[in-house]
């Protein structure tokens, strides 16, 4: 892969084929347009079949290969499924979690500070790094493989977190001060008397210790990135598939379930420094439940930690029963990740496995590893980019919407639910899915990382653990005229989820212009004559417009929602989970007080306005059709052309989109 071209790439194990057929895969990729390949992350035994035994046959066949073919390869340190041998030389190497101690086979199941794995990791990236960075057609390492901290609970991490509580907290006096301590008779008089956390009740201080264990994860990621940095070239990137929430349904397997929301086992924004190229993997429904909502919330999430482009180094082919593309399903999958601003696309894998636990976890071929329809449209897709890449890589986004995510109100609604069927996930997406169905394209923000300067709106789904510093950030926003609009369930407690000994919203009463004590269950409350769900904070406004009053009874003299003048700027606050047509009305007026409110987002739901600048300074506008019907557009731009046809539009002129089809508008600049 040529920097100036778009990856299409495949994860690639001929060390899982029934039969040696490197050469006929090779044709088939190239055939199909795959420029690169992704190689060796989950091949520890094969690579190290006996301690200190090294075998890269498939490695270095690999490599020849892809010399041959031109076509680029990516290399994994292949540490996150451990070979059985290392369990049997210290069975310490599995992690001891809320379970107990995991027993061999799974991956993902070690002790990120083992010293036996610290040791016998960093030596077979040592061997393969080296082994392979002076190859021409390696242009770059992905660390490890959708690295989490596994429940790590052991005698270690737990003796670390001691020692970062003390650091921290210099006395147990502050301790027990900052997480309530005494109740139930939890506060110590000596670091000695600190007890084993997996018998912990008090949500704050286990919420403290998940922040350590994201931290330990991410420094883990960081302690592989010095490894290979030691012998990478300077070409050459570092990378991670940073993954997201696994969203389950149906039967509690893996295979059950899709990318959703922030990921609770390693903090993003933590890790991401320690790459030079940011990755991730999306998973999503498709067929009849193929919104790209989950395409873009990934991606949104993904770009925003540097603000740059990166790769989508795990997507899905065909995959499970209920993933097997429609027609132009995978198309359009494909230029939905360009649309968030991905550099390519990776994926998971080239081909169907034969046995194992992902055996129906299908490749891009099935088990016949034959051509099919989903690799035919691949192949469309790779001759398209061939021809436009260059028009569409590197693209620009300056999104001004930011939504705010935070792993500390997550962990903090684990203990303190909203309700029991409604996560913080289920409220990010709420917010995320309303403004994205709208066309308000926005960046997903982690709090640790918010520049408010950037942002014209700033949105923040239950953002229950906030700090002073930050609602001092947000309050200055507003008053200095930006729009913030804040749901139920946010500013309620310190970064310790201390709850705050004051009125609600904390510090930002003025802001807001309400207060509110109470809350309750909704019950046959309704609000703009929609039924409220899950959970109804009763609104005082103090200055605030109510934009909406409850229906009901006794609730009918608080306000569900308000909007309140402040400074130079406006801040909505929503009480009550709504229905989404109550919600965008909501974000409607809002984006309007904010100025963002633009033409693209006469265009609603099912079609998908993404939008960004190229790297020749020409705005790109992808028009996505997620729809099995034909829709028919009129067009709001000058003048366009449609990078996938070569057609103009003019503005008022219609354009017709088929279904799970899209248009890739790039604007013409006319001439002085």
Request: net charge negative; hydrophobic share 35%.
């Amino acid at each position: 892969m040529k920097t100036d071209q778009l990856m299409f790439g495949a994860a690639y194990y001929p060390e899982y084929m029934p039969y040696d057929r490197m050469e006929a895969d090779f044709s088939m990729m190239k055939k199909a347009g795959i420029n690169t390949i992704r190689v060796a992350e989950s091949t520890w035994s094969t690579l190290e079949p006996r301690d200190g035994e090294f075998d890269f046959t498939f490695i270095d066949r690999i490599l020849e290969e892809a010399q041959k073919w031109e076509m680029s390869v990516i290399v994994g340190t292949p540490t996150y499924a451990v070979p059985s041998w290392l369990a049997q030389k210290d069975p310490d190497v599995l992690v001891v979690n809320s379970k107990g101690q995991e027993k061999y086979g799974h991956r993902q199941i070690f002790d990120l500070l083992n010293p036996t794995l610290r040791f016998h990791a960093e030596r077979i990236i040592e061997v393969l790094v080296s082994h392979t960075a002076r190859h021409g057609m390696v242009i770059g390492f992905q660390i490890d493989n959708e690295t989490k901290h596994y429940d790590n609970k052991g005698k270690e991490i737990q003796r670390l977190f001691r020692e970062y509580l003390k650091g921290k907290f210099q006395t147990t006096e502050r301790l027990n001060k900052a997480f309530c301590l005494p109740y139930w008779s939890n506060s110590i008089c000596d670091w000695d008397q600190f007890p084993d956390i997996t018998g912990c009740i008090n949500g704050g201080l286990d919420g403290e210790f998940q922040r350590f264990q994201r931290k330990v994860a991410a420094d883990y990621l960081g302690w592989q990135s010095d490894i290979v940095r030691k012998y990478k070239r300077e070409d050459q990137f570092i990378t991670h598939n940073l993954d997201f929430e696994w969203k389950k349904f149906g039967a509690d397997i893996a295979q059950d379930g899709y990318s959703y929301g922030v990921q609770p086992g390693i903090n993003h924004y933590e890790a991401a420094k320690y790459l030079t190229r940011l990755g991730t993997d999306i998973y999503h429904p498709t067929q009849d439940d193929l919104t790209g909502a989950e395409i873009a919330f990934g991606g949104d999430s993904t770009r925003s930690l540097k603000h740059e482009n990166y790769l989508v180094l795990e997507c899905q082919a065909q995959a499970f029963k209920y993933w097997t593309p429609y027609p132009g399903q995978l198309r359009l999958q494909a230029y939905s990740h360009l649309a968030g601003g991905a550099d390519g696309i990776s994926y998971w894998n080239w081909h169907s496995i034969h046995n194992g636990f992902e055996t129906y976890w299908k490749g891009l071929l099935s088990h016949d590893l034959e051509e099919n329809p989903a690799y035919d449209e691949a192949c469309r897709i790779g001759q398209e980019w061939k021809e436009i890449g260059k028009h569409l890589i590197h693209l620009e986004k300056d999104n001004k919407t930011a939504l705010l995510v935070d792993n500390c109100s997550m962990t903090a609604f684990q203990w303190f639910p909203i309700d029991r069927d409604l996560s913080y996930n289920d409220v990010v997406r709420w917010v995320y899915d309303s403004l994205y169905e709208m066309n308000i394209e926005c960046d997903v923000v982690d709090v640790n990382g918010l520049d408010p300067a950037r942002y014209k709106m700033i949105v923040t789904p239950a953002l229950y653990c906030a700090p002073e510093g930050l609602l001092e950030k947000l309050d200055g926003f507003v008053r200095n005229g930006g729009v913030l609009v804040s749901t139920f369930k946010s500013f309620v407690a310190d970064e310790y989820s201390s709850v705050y000994a004051d009125k609600q919203p904390h510090r930002l009463r003025a802001c807001f212009g309400m207060s509110y004590n109470q809350f309750t269950e909704p019950g046959k409350t309704k609000l703009m004559g929609c039924r409220v769900k899950y959970f109804a904070e009763l609104l005082k406004p103090e200055g605030a417009q109510s934009l909406a009053d409850y229906e009901h009874k006794y609730w009918g003299k608080y306000a569900g929602i308000t909007r309140n003048a402040y400074g130079e700027g406006d801040a909505y606050y929503i009480g009550c989970y709504t229905e989404k047509a109550v919600l965008k009305q909501i974000l409607k007026r809002a984006a309007e007080d904010a100025g963002i409110w633009g033409r693209t987002m006469e265009y609603q739901w099912p079609i998908i306005v993404r939008q960004g600048k190229n790297q020749y300074g020409r705005r790109l506008y992808y028009v996505l059709n997620y729809s099995e019907e034909e829709q028919s557009i009129r067009c709001i731009w000058e003048e366009v052309k449609d990078l996938l046809t070569g057609k103009t539009y003019r503005e008022g002129e219609e354009a017709v989109i088929g279904d799970w089809d899209l248009m890739i508008f790039e604007e013409i600049r006319k001439k002085m």
